[in-house]
């Protein structure tokens, strides 16, 4: 079994010379040989849609800006990349998120994953489309946004590696895999096959969200970042602190198993040994699926009349028509009157409507069971 160390700092805000000092202390106790031999990293960030920084949805440019910087120090080529959610413009999620600006002011290379050629690989029988950019870099460095989930519970490190599956295959596994259990093992298949070329991820939880994440939550100032060079034990700190149990984020025991790691070993600092972010919200998150797991079989048929939710368009709607494009079942139609409806008969509850609305239009209707009793 592994010790495996998950790095933590305090820091109130985005100040650039406190984040560099950060990086640059854990980047340098790295005993990984390919930090000096390779010439090429691809830093991923979590850039969801075009979401200016301070809706704490994307991953932070002045993050992003203080690994470019440590990188090109040691000369080596820099490219950032990810593909976002849905049919957005990569080139305004660049230039809304802080990237373009980041291109104008560095020598950095901005990749599109959503473009870029892909590898169709296998995992114990399940496919997955990769984008060949990360078998292109030898240095990969995963940057994550600190947030809660509605369908994961929680996003941290593991499930940003979803942005290297290219464009609207990623809303195709969606609709192949529309519950809780079948899309965890589509992220574990992602990591279990390129694991070994992440050198190192960051989440970035100066400020974050909690609530009806990833995109449509509150946001948080939780005035932390993150690091370490095992995905599952930072997600597995990460989620505890937020109050999450093992058991409401679905991949984290299987991930923790696949590198051998026992969570009670897991070594942090000594000041956040047992720290715990006072208020967050994280009901809205929790899995309401878990509880049908442990149902009798008739029950189970009965609870699920009861129990329900699904997505709404609201009045807020400006008719920009991202939901209908990024719907993987095409479940939202345009009505007569010029706004877009959900068919509830065909939607799959995978929220990328929630997820990619730019102008957070699209509600979860909940039953009454399902309000009084969010779990």
Partial sequence: ??????????IDTYDLALI???????????????IKRSKRVLIKPNLLGAYPPERAVTTHPVVLEAIIRYFL????????GDSPGGSVSVHKVWEVCGLQDLAERYPIRLVNLSTERFKELNYEGNAVKISEAIFKCGIVINVAKYKTHSLMAFTGALKNLYGLVPG?????????????????????????LIRSKITYSIIDGITGMDG???????????????????????DAVASRM?????????????ALHMEGIIPSKIRVPQSFLHHQIPGVDIRTA??????????????????????????????????????????????????????????????????????????QAIDIHKSFVAKRFPV
Wanted: proline share 5%; hydrophobic share 35%; aromatic share 12%.
């Fill in 1 to 10: 079994m592994k010790n495996k160390t998950v790095q933590i700092r305090a």
């Fill in 20 to 34: 560099e000092d950060a990086v640059s202390s854990w980047f340098s106790r790295l005993k990984d040989n390919k």
């Fill in 168 to 192: 609207m295959v990623k809303s195709e596994y969606h609709r192949e895999n529309p519950d809780t259990f079948s899309f965890s093992a589509k992220l574990l298949a992602i990591y279990g």
């Fill in 242 to 254: 937020m109050g999450f149990k093992m058991k409401d984020v679905p991949y984290l025991w299987d």
């Fill in 286 to 359: 929790k899995l309401s699926k878990e509880s049908l797991k442990y149902l009798p079989k008739t029950l189970r048929y009965a609870f699920k009349k009861v129990y329900y939710y699904y997505p709404v368009v609201s009045e807020r709607c400006v008719r920009c028509g991202v939901c209908v494009k990024s719907c993987p079942v095409e479940a939202i139609f345009w009505q007569d009157s010029g706004y877009p409806k959900v068919d509830t008969h065909k939607c799959i509850k995978c929220m990328c409507c929630h997820e990619l609305c730019p102008t």
């Fill in 212 to 234: 009806a994440g990833p995109s449509a939550g509150n946001t948080k100032h939780f005035g932390l970042l993150m690091g370490s060079d095992s995905i599952p034990a930072l």
């Fill in 73 to 80: 120090a040691l000369n080596k080529e820099v490219w950032v």
